[in-house]
């Protein structure tokens, strides 16, 4: 997709709130425990090499990626920190996750049978790191007893080509203020934990919820996501122990503004008629850039006032009811603050009825990211 930079829409990211973010989670965590910065899906929307950067200067000393492709665009940009696949990658891409240091996840006897296989049949300069998944509770991806870990660890050991270097699970539920399920995923991963022979480089347990809200959770690596970039993983439901600070701004500005008579239908369906004269402005984001059409209703910032998107949300524009006129380039904020009035990604989440997570994945290519220290 080309990227719309002569328009002023622009998702601007503050690097130095994701680097104090990640030194405020660093400085809470034991001794010897490394963070991991989770860059994947673009740095949820924010850039991935740029936040990657960030964090690496907060402090991070490894990244977390969901795909092959993303753990290579960091390594060609040049990122020589332990780089890990949380996913599962297909086996007939592990000489090259191999070629360039690249540890993958490995949950299931097959994959790794499979993987075992590839690698000797071909010449692989590198050992394949490999982080093994354990499926506590999540159902997603991993093993599930002892016994399926204790037999890969062997074949793993077997292999000349491979290195076991982890031993992971992920909580379903650390973000919620009822943590029976999350212990009982605990105690399992830990049950799984002693029955080995031996711990590897990395043991880890936690995205940003349960380093927030589980002290007691396990591991020398934390996966930090969604906190990195200031947003509370829990939504509304708990108190974050320290102020995060959100990353993304996303701005734009007036394009037209008019003076329309009462009676008068403002965009496709003609869902919204004013009721006397209005000032209706127009705005240059849609639905193609991630602002979707359940926006309809909710409402912008200019100079510090709220004001309702009126209309449907059309696929590059959307229109907005005004106090009054305002001069074509008045800037416009979406989320983030303006003039001492703020709106979140989070009051975003709350409008089209999903987390934070989405909204900030869906801002699409189209929209510049412009960085900010
Ligand atoms: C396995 C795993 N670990 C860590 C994370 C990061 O989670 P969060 O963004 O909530 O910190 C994710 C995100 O989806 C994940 O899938």
Redesign the pocket.
């Known amino acids: 997709m080309v990227v719309a930079t002569y328009r002023p829409t622009r998702a601007i990211v503050h690097t130095q709130a994701i680097q104090e973010n990640v030194e405020n989670e660093r400085r809470r965590l034991a001794e010897g425990t490394e963070l991991f910065a ?1 860059v ?1 899906a673009n740095g ?1 929307g924010h850039g991935a090499l740029e936040t990657a950067q960030a964090a690496l200067a907060g402090g991070a000393t490894g990244f ?1 990626v ?1 795909t092959l492709d993303e753990a290579i665009e960091l390594r060609e940009a040049g990122f020589t920190e332990p780089i890990l696949v ?2 599962f990658i297909e086996p007939c891409y592990s000489a090259l996750a191999a070629a360039h240091d690249i540890a993958i ?1 490995i949950g299931t006897k097959e994959g790794l049978r499979e993987t075992v296989a590839l690698l000797a049949a071909g010449n692989v300069a590198n050992q394949l790191k490999i982080h093994l ?1 354990i499926d506590t509770g999540m159902g ?1 991806i991993g093993f599930c007893s002892l016994a399926e870990v204790l037999e890969a660890i062997q074949l793993i050991d077997h292999s000349e080509n491979l290195l076991w270097e982890g031993l ?1 699970t ?1 909580f379903a539920t ?2 919620q203020a009822d943590d029976r399920y999350w212990q009982q995923q605990l105690e399992r991963f830990k049950e799984i934990l002693a029955g080995l022979p031996r711990e590897p480089r990395y043991v ?1 347990t ?4 349960t ?1 927030l809200w589980h002290e007691a959770g396990i591991g020398n690596m934390v ?7 200031g ?1 509370n ?1 829990s939504g509304h439901a708990l108190p974050a122990p320290y102020p995060l600070k959100p990353a993304l701004e996303l701005v734009s500005a007036l394009m037209q503004v008019k003076h329309l008579p009462e009676g008068a239908g403002i965009g496709y369906g003609k869902t919204y008629v004013t009721s006397t004269t209005e000032w209706i402005g127009t705005v240059p984001i849609g639905y193609a850039d991630g602002w979707l059409r359940n926006m309809q209703g909710f409402h912008l910032l200019v100079e510090g006032e709220r004001c309702e998107i009126v209309g449907r949300v059309c696929m590059d524009q959307l229109m907005i009811r005004l106090p009054r006129a305002f001069p074509v380039g008045t800037k416009v904020t979406l989320i983030g603050e303006n003039q001492q009035e703020i709106i979140s990604m989070q009051d975003v989440a709350d409008q089209l009825v999903t987390i934070h ?1 989405e909204v900030a994945c869906t801002l699409s290519a189209r929209v510049p990211r412009i960085y900010q220290k």
């Open positions: 989770v994947k949820y977390c969901a949380m996913s996840a998944a997603r992971f992920h650390a973000d880890h936690s995205n940003s919820a380093a996966r930090y996501g969604v906190s990195m970039y947003l993983p997570y």
